[in-house]
């Protein structure tokens, strides 16, 4: 079962998430969205650790012209967003605001709550068990804690390969190299 289902209901378009942890990703989604996958992985490594966001986004942004012809600046992204009050929410800055964790493919990793950003010091296409951790601590001890972490943060996930290679070819077919 897949946690984005093709809406069935006449009149009604879009997914949405409901029963799983997994995305649906077809070969079309796929071209259109290939984080996706990994998306599933970081929410995977999370539900691990039992700290599951209230939303889990992938998507597409596009700064600038977007008009036909026209070229704005697109970023794939990944947002998990923890919002306030969440239990999984120890520390009181967090608690108080929520908790969001981003990745940009032209970005990386960060982690916003309370008005504070941090970009975390990991892999582009860390390890999910790795941002897992991350996500853990800032939630327990806040995003600025200096208190001892696991090491691992150099790891990069296992499948970034082939989401390197998807990325690619999602910039050659954004910037029309591809037909």
């Known amino acids: 079962m897949s946690a984005i289902e093709e809406a069935r209901t006449a009149g009604v378009s879009g997914k949405g998430i409901r029963g799983s942890v997994q995305l649906s990703v077809d070969d079309a989604t796929r071209a259109t969205l290939p984080q996706i996958r990994y998306g599933d992985a970081v929410h995977a490594a999370l539900a691990e650790l039992v700290l599951l966001p209230d939303t889990l986004e992938a998507g597409m942004r596009i700064e600038g012209d977007s008009r036909p012809g026209r070229l704005g600046l697109r970023e794939l992204f990944l947002r998990l967003e923890w919002l306030p009050g969440h239990d999984d929410l120890v520390q009181a800055e967090a608690s108080a605001s ?25 892999d582009d296409l860390a390890d999910p068990a790795v941002i897992a951790e991350a996500v853990m601590h ?41 037909g």
């Open 98 to 122: 929520g908790m969001t964790v981003q990745w940009s493919h032209l970005a990386g990793w960060s982690m916003t709550a309370a008005g504070d950003l941090v970009v975390l010091a990991a």
């Open 138 to 178: 800032a939630a327990l001890c806040g995003l600025r804690c200096t208190c001892e972490r696991s090491p691992g943060q150099g790891a990069r996930w296992d499948q970034a390969v082939y989401l390197d290679i998807a990325l690619v070819r999602y910039g050659e077919r954004v910037d029309g190299v591809l």
